[in-house]
C-alpha cells in the first residue's frame, strides 16, 4: 500500500490512531514523511475523499469532546478513553488543521472545496473557543484563517476578520509584538469588508482607536503603515482617530511627536477626494488654528507646532505650497491683525515659517505680487505695539533673509537688516526685543552672502555690549562669537578691544565667559611659544588688570592643564628676571591685539604688573589644583620650581599687593617648600592688632589651615580667650606663666575675629572640624565659662576696667552657642552639645530672665543698664536657637525647652522686648513638623501626639505674643508701634508656614489674629458718639494701631489673605459674630481687603456671611442714632463688596 492511500485510509475515526502517527512523523524532521508532499500527490478526488474524511473525522471528536470542555476536562483529571481525552482531541484537530493548511497550497482553480470549507468553519468556530494554554493549536488555526482570507475563497471575510482580530489583540498583549504588528498590515485589507456602523465591529474599531495609543504603533515601520493606512479606510474614523491624537498629544516626546507628524503627512499624501478634503479640514487645519490660538503656556501648543512646522519643512513641493495656502488663507491672516498679543506673535512664527504663502498654479506676475504684499505684512509686524510679537517677527525676517537671500531685491534685504540692527537693536521698551536680534542675526550669518553688508552694518551695534540687561549682553556676544566663527568681520571691529576688557573686568559670569570665549585665542594662542604667552599676558595686564584675573580664570575650560602649569613657570622665569634686572618694563607692541612682539618683557619696579602676574599665578594654579594632585610627578616639579624662588620673591617684592598673592601661592605649597615663610605665620597672627579686618588675617589663616596647622589656631584662639578671663588667685597666674612662652596680651576679640572667619568659610571650617572632639570640646568649654563675665556685667552696678567689656563678652556667649551647633552636627552620636545648649536656657531662665522684670519708673541705673542687656543675652541666644532648628538639629526635647524658655520670657515684665526673637523661633519649630506627617503615618500615633503637644504650645505662644503687642500699644502707644515694627519680618514668616496647616493645633492662629482685629476695631466703634465719625476705612492706614500692622501683614499674600477670610466666614458659622457693632467690624476689614483685589471670590463668600446676619438688625435700627447710621453705613459697604 503506497503513503498516500495508507494516509488516506488513516483519516478516519476508526483509525484516529494512525492519522495521528502519520502527523507525528510529518513533524519529525528525521523521517521521510511529508504531508504536504503526499497531499500534493494525491489525484483530484483522492484530495477531495481525504478533505471528506476529515471532515467527519474532526465533527466527530468534537462531538464527543466540545472545546468548552477541554479545560474543565484536565482540571477535573477525568478518568475517559483514550477518544474521549481533551489532549487526544486536541491532537486530532491539530493534525486536521495541518491538513488543511497544506491542503490550501496545493489547491488549484476548478477544485471542489466544500469538504475543506466544512473543516475551516468547524476550525474557525474551535478557534473562537479555544484556552489561552493552547497557543500552538491557536497560532495554526489563525494562520489556516489568514491563509485563506489571502486566497480569496469563499467565506473569506468571515476567516480573514477572524484572523485580523487575533492578531491585533496579541499586538497588544505580546512583550514582542513585532510579528503581530506585521500580521496586522499583512491583513489590514480586511477592514474594507467590515461595516464601520455595525454594532458587531464596534470591539475591533475600539482596538484599532487603542493602536493610536500604543508607541510601538506609533514607531514600527509596519504599524506606522498600518496607521497611514487608517486614515483611509473610512471618512468618519478619521476625525476620531484625529481626537484621539489630540488627546494624547501632551504626553508625547519630541520623538514620538515627530512619528505621529510622519503619519499625518503621509496619510495626508495618499489621501484623495473626501478622505483628502477631511484630513486637510479637520486635521491639518485643525492642527494650524490650534497653533495659533492655543496659549504658549499649554502643555500641547510645543508638540502643535512641531507638528505644523513639519508640513513647512515639506515646502518646495508645489502640492504642500497649494495645501498651505488653502488652509491658511481663511485663519491666517485674520490672525495677523487680531486685537489679542498672542494670537498675533503665534501667527507671526507660523507665516514667517512658512513664508512665502503661495498657490504655485498662478502665473509668476500674481505670485510676485502676493509675495511682496507677504513682505510687506513682515515688515509692519516689526513695528508691532506687542514686544512678543516683535520678538517673533525678527526672527521671522531672520529666517527668511537666511532662507532667501538670492531671491529678494537688495533693497528689500537692506531695508531689513537696517530695520533690525538700527532700530529694534536699539528698542528701548523691551530688552526681550534686543535680545531676539542679536540672537536671530546668528541664523542670517550662517548664510555667508549676507556678510558683507553686515560687515559694514554691526559696527553700529558696538554699544549693546553694555546693554542694561544681561540677557541682551550675553545675546550680543553669542552674535560676536557667531562673527568671529563664519569670519564674517573681525570681531573688534565690532566691538572695541578695551569695551571688552571693561565689560569682562565688572560682568557677571555668563557674561565673563563668553568675554574670555571671544578673546582666548587672542591673549592666550596656544600653538605658539611660552614666551609668546608671557606677552600676551603682560599685553592683557596693562590693558585692563582686572580684565586679565577674569580671563585666567576661565582660561583653564579652554585649555589642557598642561598649558595652564607652562604658562605659571612662563611666567616665573619673567618674575626671576624682575629680580635680576633693575630695567623698566619693555616696550611691548600692543597697536595689534592679535599679535604681539617677541621681545622678552623685561621690567624691574612696576609693581602693579608684577602683582598682577602674581595674581595671575595664583588663579591659574588654583585653577589646575585638582589636576596637579592628581599627576603627583607634575606637582612635585611645580613645588620645586616656585619653592627655590618663593623666599627671593618675599623679600623682592614686599609691597602689599605683592604680598597677598604670595601668601596664597604659599599656601598651595607645603609648608617645607616655603620655611622662612611658614615658620613665621603664627607669630604675625598673634603679633596682628585687635583692630585688625579680615583682609589682613583672612590669608594667613587660609594659609595654615592649608597646611594642616589648623590646631595650632584653635590652640592661640583658646589660650587668648581663657588668658582675657578674670582670674581667681595666683595659682592661676602662675599655671598661664608656665604656659605663655612669648609675653603677649591676651586678644579676646582678636581671637573671636579669627573663629568666625574659621567658621564662616567652608575650607577652614572643614579643616577645624577635622580636628576631633578635645581640642574643640576644650574651646567650647572655655567659651561657656565666659557665661560668668556676662553675668558680672549684668549684675554689677559699676565696670571693673581689667574686665573683658561687654560687647565681648555678649559675643563669646553666641559664639559658644554657634560653635555648639557645629559640633553637634558634625557629631556621629549622642546629644551632649544639644545638652550644653539647653544648661544654657536653663541658666538664662535662673540668672538673665530675672533682670527682665526689673522694670522700675525710678530711673535706676542698675535697672537702665541691666534690662537692655538682659534683653540682648536673649536675644542672642534665641536666635542661636533658631539657627539650631533652622539646620534640622533641635530634637523633640531641645523644641520643647526652648519653648519653655520662650514662655517665661514672654512672662517676664519685659519680656515683650524680645517678642521680635521669639516669632522666629516659633516658624522653625512649626516649620520642622509637615501637615502630611500627621495625614499620611496614621502609625504614629505618640509622635502625633507629641507634635500636637507642642504645636498646641506655639499657638498658645502665638496668642500670648498679640495680648503683649496689644499691651504695649495701649500703655506706650510709641514704643508699642515701634516693636510691632520690629515683630512685621518675623509675623509674616510664622503665618507663611502657619497657613499651611487646615487643622488643629494650629488653624487657632488666624482665630486669634481675627478676634483681636474685630475687638479693637469694635472698640472704636462703641466709643462713637457723633454720627459723622462713622466712616469706613479705605486701606491699613485706616485701621486701629495692631489691626492696621496684623492686616498689613495677611495682606502681603494671596494664602495668608484666603486663610483670613475663610476664618471669617467659620466664626459666622460657629455663630460668634452676632451683635451690629461686630457686624460693622467685620465689614470694615473686608472693605480694606477689597480695595487690594485679593481673593475675590472668598471676600464675597465672606461678605455673604455677614448679609445674612446683618438684616437681622434692620429693624431694630434707627437711622436717627449712632446704631442706625452704622447700619446703614455697613449696607453701603456690605453692597460694594458684593458688586466688587
Known amino acids: 500500500?503506497?503513503?498516500?492511500?495508507?494516509?488516506?485510509?488513516?483519516?478516519?475515526?476508526?483509525?484516529?490512531?494512525?492519522?495521528?502517527?502519520?502527523?507525528?512523523?510529518?513533524?519529525?524532521?528525521?523521517?521521510?514523511?511529508?504531508?504536504?508532499?503526499?497531499?500534493?500527490?494525491?489525484?483530484?478526488?483522492?484530495?477531495?475523499?481525504?478533505?471528506?474524511?476529515?471532515?467527519?473525522?474532526?465533527?466527530?471528536?468534537?462531538?464527543?469532546?466540545?472545546?468548552?470542555?477541554?479545560?474543565?476536562?484536565?482540571?477535573?483529571?477525568?478518568?475517559?478513553?483514550?477518544?474521549?481525552?481533551?489532549?487526544?482531541?486536541?491532537?486530532?484537530?491539530?493534525?486536521?488543521?495541518?491538513?488543511?493548511?497544506?491542503?490550501?497550497?496545493?489547491?488549484?482553480?476548478?477544485?471542489?472545496?466544500?469538504?475543506?470549507?466544512?473543516?475551516?468553519?468547524?476550525?474557525?468556530?474551535?478557534?473562537?473557543?479555544?484556552?489561552?494554554?493552547?497557543?500552538?493549536?491557536?497560532?495554526?488555526i489563525h494562520t489556516l484563517c489568514e491563509a485563506w482570507w489571502k486566497k480569496g475563497l469563499k467565506e473569506k471575510e468571515q476567516f480573514g476578520r477572524t484572523a485580523f482580530f487575533i492578531s491585533l489583540q496579541k499586538s497588544f498583549i505580546l512583550k514582542k509584538p513585532g510579528v503581530a504588528i506585521q500580521r496586522v498590515w499583512n491583513l489590514h485589507d480586511v477592514l474594507w469588508s467590515l461595516d464601520y456602523t455595525s454594532e458587531d465591529n464596534k470591539q475591533i474599531i475600539d482596538l484599532l482607536i487603542q493602536c493610536f495609543h500604543r508607541s510601538i504603533y506609533i514607531r514600527n515601520d509596519d504599524g506606522k503603515r498600518f496607521l497611514v493606512f487608517l486614515f483611509s479606510w473610512n471618512v468618519n474614523f478619521i476625525w476620531v482617530i484625529h481626537g484621539t491624537i489630540k488627546n494624547q498629544l501632551q504626553f508625547y516626546s519630541k520623538t514620538m511627536t515627530t512619528h505621529i507628524t510622519e503619519i499625518y503627512f503621509r496619510a495626508w499624501n495618499k489621501a484623495s477626494g473626501d478622505f483628502l478634503e477631511n484630513i486637510e479640514n479637520s486635521c491639518i487645519q485643525d492642527f494650524m488654528q490650534n497653533a495659533i490660538f492655543l496659549h504658549r503656556t499649554s502643555p500641547v501648543h510645543a508638540k502643535v507646532r512641531q507638528i505644523v512646522s513639519y508640513f513647512h519643512s515639506r515646502k518646495g513641493c508645489s502640492r504642500v505650497d497649494k495645501m498651505l495656502c488653502n488652509l491658511y488663507k481663511p485663519i491666517l491672516w485674520k490672525a495677523l491683525s487680531a486685537p489679542n498679543f498672542e494670537v498675533r506673535a503665534n501667527a507671526t512664527l507660523l507665516f514667517t515659517e512658512a513664508f512665502p504663502v503661495h498657490d504655485p498654479e498662478q502665473n509668476n506676475k500674481n505670485i510676485d505680487e502676493v509675495i511682496q504684499k507677504q513682505l510687506d505684512t513682515v515688515m509692519g509686524l516689526l513695528d508691532d505695539p506687542h514686544p512678543t510679537v516683535r520678538s517673533n517677527a525678527t526672527l521671522g525676517v531672520c529666517k527668511i533673509l537666511a532662507k532667501c537671500w538670492e531671491l529678494l531685491p537688495s533693497t528689500i534685504i537692506t531695508d531689513f537688516l537696517k530695520k533690525l540692527v538700527i532700530e529694534l537693536a536699539a528698542d528701548n521698551s523691551s530688552p526681550d526685543v534686543r535680545c531676539s536680534v542679536f540672537k536671530c542675526l546668528t541664523i542670517v550669518l550662517d548664510n555667508t552672502l549676507s556678510h558683507p553688508i553686515l560687515e559694514k552694518l554691526l559696527p553700529t551695534l558696538k554699544y549693546s555690549l553694555h546693554d542694561n540687561s544681561e540677557k541682551v549682553r550675553t545675546a550680543f556676544l553669542d552674535m560676536l562669537i557667531k562673527v568671529k566663527a563664519v569670519r564674517a568681520a573681525k570681531f573688534w571691529d565690532v566691538c572695541n578691544m578695551d569695551h571688552l576688557l571693561a565689560r569682562l573686568a565688572i560682568d557677571s559670569h555668563p557674561v565673563s565667559k563668553r568675554i574670555v570665549d571671544l578673546l582666548f585665542k587672542s591673549f592666550f594662542p596656544v600653538n605658539d611659544s611660552e614666551r609668546e604667552w608671557c606677552c600676551r599676558c603682560i599685553t592683557l595686564i596693562q590693558m585692563n588688570p582686572m580684565a586679565a584675573r577674569k580671563f585666567y580664570q576661565h582660561a583653564h575650560k579652554h585649555t589642557a592643564p598642561t598649558n595652564i602649569i607652562k604658562l605659571m613657570l612662563a611666567i616665573r622665569r619673567v618674575l626671576n628676571s624682575c629680580i635680576q634686572t633693575d630695567t623698566d618694563l619693555s616696550q611691548i607692541n600692543d597697536s595689534n591685539k592679535e599679535n604681539s612682539t617677541q621681545a622678552e618683557p623685561l621690567f624691574g619696579k612696576d609693581l602693579a604688573v608684577v602683582s598682577s602676574l602674581l595674581e595671575v599665578v595664583a588663579i591659574l594654579w588654583r585653577s589646575v589644583e585638582k589636576a596637579l594632585k592628581q599627576n603627583e610627578e607634575a606637582q612635585k616639579y611645580t613645588f620645586a620650581k616656585f619653592g627655590n624662588v618663593m623666599a627671593k620673591y618675599f623679600q623682592a617684592f614686599e609691597d602689599e599687593r605683592c604680598t597677598v598673592p604670595l601668601i596664597q601661592l604659599a599656601s598651595f605649597m607645603p609648608p617645607a617648600a616655603v620655611p622662612t615663610f611658614s615658620c613665621g605665620i603664627l607669630s604675625r597672627l598673634r603679633r596682628m592688632d585687635s583692630g585688625a579686618v579680615p583682609t589682613q588675617y583672612s590669608q594667613l589663616l587660609d594659609c595654615m589651615c592649608c597646611w594642616g596647622q589648623a590646631a595650632d589656631i584653635l590652640e592661640l584662639i583658646t589660650d587668648w580667650l581663657t588668658e582675657a578671663l578674670p582670674k581667681q588667685g595666683d595659682k592661676a597666674n602662675t599655671n598661664r606663666k608656665v604656659r605663655i612662652q612669648e609675653t603677649v596680651e591676651a586678644k579676646p576679640d582678636l581671637a573671636l575675629a579669627y573663629l568666625e572667619y574659621l567658621f564662616s568659610n567652608t575650607s577652614t571650617r572643614e579643616k577645624v572640624l577635622a580636628l576631633g572632639q578635645k581640642p574643640l570640646k576644650q574651646l567650647h568649654t572655655v567659651l561657656g565659662n565666659w557665661r560668668l563675665v556676662l553675668y558680672t556685667h549684668l549684675s554689677s552696678q559699676t565696670e571693673d576696667p581689667k574686665s573683658p567689656s561687654m560687647e565681648t563678652a555678649l559675643k563669646v556667649f553666641t559664639y559658644h552657642g554657634r560653635l555648639g551647633a557645629h559640633l553637634q552636627h558634625n557629631s556621629s552620636e549622642g546629644r551632649e552639645y544639644m545638652l550644653s545648649l539647653e544648661h544654657v536656657a536653663a541658666w538664662l531662665a535662673e540668672r538673665v530672665l530675672p533682670f527682665l522684670a526689673k522694670r522700675t519708673n525710678n530711673g535706676d541705673d542698675e535697672s537702665e543698664k541691666s534690662l537692655p542687656l538682659a534683653a540682648q543675652i536673649t536675644e542672642s541666644f534665641l536666635m542661636v536657637c533658631r539657627d539650631v532648628l533652622l539646620v534640622g538639629l533641635g530634637d523633640e526635647t531641645f523644641k520643647?525647652?526652648?519653648?519653655?524658655?520662650?514662655?517665661?520670657?514672654?512672662?517676664?515684665?519685659?519680656?515683650?522686648?524680645?517678642?521680635?526673637?521669639?516669632?522666629?523661633?516659633?516658624?522653625?519649630?512649626?516649620?520642622?513638623?509637615?501637615?502630611?506627617?500627621?495625614?499620611?503615618?496614621?502609625?504614629?500615633?505618640?509622635?502625633?501626639?507629641?507634635?500636637?503637644?507642642?504645636?498646641?504650645?506655639?499657638?498658645?505662644?502665638?496668642?500670648?505674643?498679640?495680648?503683649?503687642?496689644?499691651?504695649?500699644?495701649?500703655?506706650?502707644?510709641?514704643?508699642?508701634?515701634?516693636?510691632?515694627?520690629?515683630?512685621?519680618?518675623?509675623?509674616?514668616?510664622?503665618?507663611?508656614?502657619?497657613?499651611?496647616?487646615?487643622?488643629?493645633?494650629?488653624?487657632?492662629?488666624?482665630?486669634?489674629?481675627?478676634?483681636?482685629?474685630?475687638?479693637?476695631?469694635?472698640?472704636?466703634?462703641?466709643?462713637?458718639?457723633?454720627?459723622?465719625?462713622?466712616?469706613?476705612?479705605?486701606?491699613?492706614?485706616?485701621?486701629?494701631?495692631?489691626?492696621?500692622?496684623?492686616?498689613?501683614?495677611?495682606?502681603?499674600?494671596?494664602?495668608?489673605?484666603?486663610?483670613?477670610?475663610?476664618?471669617?466666614?467659620?466664626?459666622?458659622?460657629?455663630?460668634?459674630?452676632?451683635?451690629?457693632?461686630?457686624?460693622?467690624?467685620?465689614?470694615?476689614?473686608?472693605?480694606?481687603?477689597?480695595?487690594?483685589?485679593?481673593?475675590?471670590?472668598?471676600?464675597?463668600?465672606?461678605?455673604?456671611?455677614?448679609?445674612?446676619?446683618?438684616?437681622?438688625?434692620?429693624?431694630?435700627?434707627?437711622?436717627?442714632d449712632i446704631q442706625g447710621v452704622i447700619y446703614e453705613s455697613s449696607l453701603k459697604t456690605l453692597n460694594e463688596v458684593l458688586d466688587s
Open 896 to 1120: 520643647g525647652q526652648i519653648l519653655h524658655l520662650c514662655s517665661l520670657i514672654l512672662l517676664s515684665e519685659a519680656g515683650y522686648m524680645c517678642i521680635p526673637a521669639v516669632l522666629p523661633i516659633l516658624k522653625e519649630v512649626t516649620d520642622s513638623y509637615g501637615p502630611e506627617d500627621n495625614d499620611n503615618n496614621p502609625a504614629q500615633e505618640n509622635e502625633d501626639d507629641a507634635t500636637t503637644v507642642i504645636l498646641g504650645v506655639v499657638g498658645n505662644l502665638f496668642q500670648k505674643i498679640i495680648e503683649l503687642l496689644a499691651r504695649r500699644l495701649r500703655k506706650e502707644p510709641e514704643e508699642g508701634k515701634q516693636l510691632c515694627q520690629s515683630a512685621i519680618p518675623g509675623l509674616t514668616d510664622f503665618l507663611q508656614v502657619a497657613v499651611t496647616w487646615d487643622k488643629a493645633p494650629l488653624r487657632g492662629v488666624f482665630s486669634t489674629l481675627f478676634a483681636v482685629i474685630i475687638v479693637e476695631k469694635r472698640h472704636l466703634l462703641q466709643k462713637i458718639t457723633h454720627p459723622e465719625e462713622v466712616i469706613t476705612p479705605e486701606s491699613v492706614e485706616d485701621m486701629p494701631p495692631l489691626s492696621s500692622i496684623l492686616l498689613s501683614v495677611i495682606l502681603k499674600l494671596p494664602s495668608l489673605t484666603k486663610a483670613f477670610l475663610t476664618e471669617v466666614c467659620s466664626s459666622f458659622d460657629s455663630e460668634a459674630i452676632s451683635s451690629l457693632s461686630e457686624l460693622a467690624s467685620v465689614l470694615h476689614v473686608l472693605a480694606v481687603i477689597r480695595h487690594t483685589g485679593q481673593s475675590k471670590a472668598s471676600l464675597k463668600s465672606a461678605a455673604m456671611c455677614v448679609q445674612q446676619q446683618l438684616y437681622k438688625h434692620a429693624v431694630a435700627s434707627d437711622t436717627r
Open 1 to 140: 500500500m503506497s503513503k498516500r492511500e495508507a494516509f488516506l485510509e488513516a483519516a478516519c475515526h476508526e483509525n484516529v490512531e494512525d492519522f495521528l502517527r502519520f502527523i507525528q512523523l510529518h513533524k519529525n524532521k528525521t523521517e521521510p514523511f511529508d504531508v504536504e508532499e503526499v497531499v500534493q500527490e494525491m489525484p483530484r478526488d483522492q484530495r477531495q475523499t481525504l478533505w471528506g474524511k476529515l471532515a467527519s473525522l474532526l465533527q466527530d471528536v468534537l462531538q464527543e469532546v466540545p472545546p468548552e470542555r477541554w479545560v474543565q476536562g484536565r482540571d477535573e483529571g477525568m478518568e475517559v478513553e483514550s477518544a474521549a481525552d481533551p489532549k487526544h482531541v486536541m491532537a486530532v484537530v491539530d493534525g486536521v488543521t495541518l491538513v488543511a493548511s497544506v491542503s490550501l497550497k496545493v489547491l488549484q482553480d476548478g477544485d471542489t472545496y466544500s469538504a475543506l470549507l466544512e473543516i475551516t468553519r468547524r476550525l474557525h468556530d474551535v478557534l473562537v473557543l479555544l484556552p489561552v494554554s493552547e497557543a500552538p493549536l491557536q497560532l495554526h
